[in-house]
């Protein structure tokens, strides 16, 4: 039997990015070719590749416009290397696009997989500048051969219902931990308090809303409430000053996922899965601190109507809320007791353990790769 290793062209905007990490490693060890061309970053450290890569330079966070003359300047060098690949496999729109550009010349296209993890709120809106973005996404996913999705919710709410795009070809792979990392994982040696309630808020610190509510928390807790921050702050203008200046407010750096992951969530009681900005999105959006905390058996702070806090809602794995008004938020954490915490940690124990950690999920996308070819 004729043995299935393409060659899978991966174009990367950020090398270090755990997720993009997660899908190239989970699929090098399913014996498939994976050859990588990636951009650097400056703003956070993460896991090295299974596999070498080659660099297309630096780029900055945010600055979309900015990157247009490092795209172009890399034009060459993924056209050469799309040359002998059989898929193009590109992680955002923007190395979607990159991908098709190269491409153009080619008698053999390769075939496309654009995968999705954000609907970043410039698709949304209604000015002109969303409607040309919304355009170019519906342009490259009516080119892709499969468009793979973080949470059903992007294939459902944007590619159907916004672009009207029925007839493409979607795969959700969340955000799930690798199987690898069971046997990593340790017991929390940390006991629950009735005096102290640690809530860890970690990975990409956007959300200025949750800020605000989270240190006005701490402060407004008499100590009650400690707050652990691990990742990187990114448009919060008071971080550092506040880090600084709140008691019980900790900021202990960047990490590395998944190497870190179990001492930064064995140090907490509770982790903070919300995300109030975004628009749409952060409705949609499967976060990772939902699977992380439940891997980890940590309860979570979820948001009423979000696709993470129905999950929490109905499993009964932490407190839930609207977010209408912070005081009540704050009233509610600061009066959570050990008996609630112990009770949520139990039913996070009792959930299936393909809830957080994959299974087979690559195995299909291989899969679905094959039957491309034949």
């Keep these: ?35 990588v061309l990636a951009y650097e970053r400056n703003h956070y450290p993460g896991k090295e590749l299974p596999v070498k890569f080659t660099s297309l330079g630096t780029i900055a966070q945010g600055a979309y416009f900015k990157r247009v003359g490092k795209f172009i300047n890399s034009v060459k060098v ?6 002998t690949a059989d898929f193009l496999y590109a992680f955002g729109l923007d190395m979607a696009i990159l991908g098709w550009i190269a491409s153009l010349l080619f008698q053999k296209k390769p075939r496309i997989i654009y995968e999705v993890g954000d609907i970043r709120e410039i698709f949304l809106g209604l000015d002109m500048i969303s409607r040309v973005a919304r355009w170019l996404d519906k342009f490259i996913s009516k080119r892709a051969r499969l468009i793979v999705v973080t949470s059903s919710a992007f294939a459902e709410e944007y590619f159907q219902n916004r672009l009207q795009l029925n007839n493409i070809k979607i795969f959700e792979i969340e955000n799930k931990l690798d199987q690898g990392l069971l046997e990593k994982r340790i017991p929390s040696e940390r006991q629950i308090s009735l005096n102290k309630l640690v809530i860890g808020y970690f990975g990409v610190i956007r ?6 509510l989270l240190k006005k928390l701490v402060k407004n807790s008499a100590g009650r409430v400690v707050l652990n921050i691990y990742g990187v702050p990114i448009n919060i203008p008071s971080f550092e000053h506040d880090c600084n200046g709140i008691e019980h407010l900790h900021y202990y750096g ?27 999105n952060h409705y949609w959006a499967k976060r990772c601190r939902y699977y992380e905390a439940g891997f980890f058996n940590k309860p979570m702070i979820g948001q009423l109507n979000t696709m993470d806090g129905k999950i929490i809602k109905q499993n009964a794995l932490g407190p839930v809320f609207d977010f209408k008004d912070d005081q009540t938020v704050i009233n509610s954490i600061k009066s959570i007791t050990k008996e609630q915490l112990e009770q949520w940690t139990n039913n996070i124990v009792n959930m299936p353990e393909n809830s957080f950690v994959y299974t087979d999920e690559h195995t299909k996308l291989r899969e679905l790769m094959r039957r491309m070819i034949n």
């Design 1 to 35: 039997m004729h043995q299935f290793k393409p060659n899978v062209l991966f174009l990367n905007p950020s090398v270090t990015f755990y997720r993009f990490v997660k899908r190239i490693s989970a699929l090098n060890a399913l014996n498939i070719n994976c050859i």
């Design 207 to 212: 959300c200025e809303r949750s800020w605000l």
């Design 254 to 280: 960047s990490y590395t996922s998944p190497d870190d992951l179990p001492m930064i969530y064995n140090g907490v009681d509770l982790v903070w899965v919300v995300g109030l900005h975004g628009g749409d």
């Design 78 to 83: 993924v056209r050469r290397n799309l040359r």
